[in-house]
């Protein structure tokens, strides 16, 4: 009995348990539906909208039109980095040696042209030119007495010759006198002559034969007068070439006195300065340069940049170390050759293997406006320019 009162009790509890358990799902069904409307509505809250693709595409088409607007504003232009500013630097040196003895430059200083910026010791090339005049004068003064000697030739040459020729009609006249002398004293009588008259008359031919081929002799050297005055003349002009020599030795001095003044060729700023006052100067070697006020741009355009580029076309230049500063110029010559070409050791591209490299060119732009005084405008500074195509 005990039993069975216990099984009934048992199949109350577990029906209860289903009970509960059935009104739990049903509880979790509800949840679940609201939980699954809850996130429909979230979903619905969360998706994009129409708004945001509106402004995508009006961003997409403002760069769309800023890019086309600044390919139409570029599309005649083209520049490089690969620019600096160029010009002359003269390099200073002396030709002659000597000691410093007077100094008129500084570091970075301006000077003028013409200016006197060194002097080197004058006195021993004063010397050398007293020396050379004197040496000028001791030639003058023998090609005088050589023109002289020229005027005296022309005159006495052919008077030696006149008189030659008289001593030998001279001597042919005794000739013929001791010739007829002796013609008698041999056509006489003996008996009315002697032999002592005889011997007188022969040795007088035989004297009047000697007179006469000394006259001859005499003429023939005195007939030489073209030779003779020729001869002056070369002595003359002997002396001339002297006086030329010593006047060029007398410009040699003059020139090497000059050279002690080193003046400045041309307006500009002293750099890269290595002399003092009292150093001893040797020819020839550099001691200062002289950077001139006129500037340049040398700009190393691409190949493929030249195509349209022009001696002539305007260029806007900006300047790296003056953001502010704006120059304007104009191309003006491009050079024939690459910077390779000329470059100290040129690329031998038919040998080995070739790859093609894009070579740049130098390109000489001339600025025309913009310069500022109070803004210098060193050597080598990196600048920007920018070329106007036609």
């Known amino acids: 009995m005990p039993d069975q009162d216990a099984r009934p009790d048992h199949n109350e509890d577990?029906?209860?348990?289903?009970?509960?358990?059935?009104?739990?799902?049903?509880?979790?069904?509800k949840n679940g539906g609201q939980d699954k409307s809850n996130d429909k509505s979230n979903g619905e809250k969360k998706g994009p909208g129409k708004k945001p693709l509106i402004i995508l595409a009006i961003v997409v088409v403002l760069l769309i039109l800023g890019g086309l607007i600044w390919w139409f504003?570029?599309?005649?232009?083209?520049?490089?980095?690969?620019?600096?500013?160029?010009?002359?630097?003269?390099?200073?040196?002396?030709?002659v040696s000597g000691y410093v003895v007077v100094m008129n430059l500084g570091d970075n200083k301006f000077v003028h042209k013409g200016d006197l910026l060194i002097k080197i010791d004058p006195r021993?090339?004063?010397?050398?030119?007293?020396?050379?005049?004197?040496q000028l004068g001791l030639a003058k003064a023998q090609l005088n007495a050589a023109q002289v000697q020229l005027d005296i030739a022309r005159v006495q040459y052919p008077a030696q010759l006149t008189q030659a020729k008289a001593q030998e009609q001279s001597a042919q006249a005794s000739l013929a006198q001791?010739?007829?002398?002796?013609?008698?004293?041999?056509?006489?009588?003996?008996?009315?002559?002697?032999?002592?008259?005889?011997?007188?008359?022969?040795?007088?031919?035989?004297?009047?034969?000697?007179?006469?081929?000394?006259a001859q002799a005499q003429v023939k050297t005195a007939s030489l007068v073209?030779?003779?005055?020729?001869?002056?003349?070369?002595?003359?002009e002997e002396r001339r070439q002297q006086v030329e020599q010593a006047e060029a030795q007398v410009e040699a001095a003059a020139l090497n006195l000059s050279y002690t003044e080193l003046r400045a060729p041309a307006d500009g700023w002293v750099t890269k300065r290595n002399v003092q006052y009292g150093t001893f100067l040797q020819a020839g070697t550099s001691i200062f340069s002289l950077v001139t006020t006129t500037v340049w741009v040398t700009a190393n355009f691409k190949e493929s940049q030249l195509e349209r580029m022009r001696p002539g076309d305007s260029v806007d230049v900006s300047v790296d170390a003056y953001p502010d500063l704006k120059l304007h110029g104009h191309v003006d010559s491009i050079q024939l050759g690459s910077g390779s070409r000329f470059s100290a050791f040129p690329a031998e591209n038919a040998t080995g293997n070739f790859v093609k490299i894009v070579q740049r060119v130098p390109v000489k732009i001339l600025i025309d406006s913009g310069m500022q005084p109070d803004l210098p405008l060193p050597l080598g500074l990196s600048v920007v320019p920018k070329v106007m195509l036609k």
Do not use: C, F, M
């Open 226 to 236: 073209p030779q003779q005055i020729s001869q002056a003349q070369a002595t003359v």
């Open 178 to 214: 001791t010739r007829a002398a002796y013609e008698r004293q041999r056509a006489v009588d003996v008996r009315a002559t002697s032999q002592q008259n005889i011997d007188t008359a022969t040795a007088q031919q035989k004297s009047a034969l000697a007179n006469v081929a000394q």
């Open 124 to 134: 021993d090339y004063q010397a050398q030119l007293d020396q050379a005049n004197a």
């Open 14 to 29: 577990k029906a209860g348990d289903d009970s509960n358990r059935g009104e739990q799902k049903s509880d979790n069904d």
């Open 73 to 95: 504003a570029t599309r005649n232009q083209v520049s490089t980095d690969d620019a600096y500013t160029d010009g002359d630097a003269v390099t200073i040196a002396p030709k």
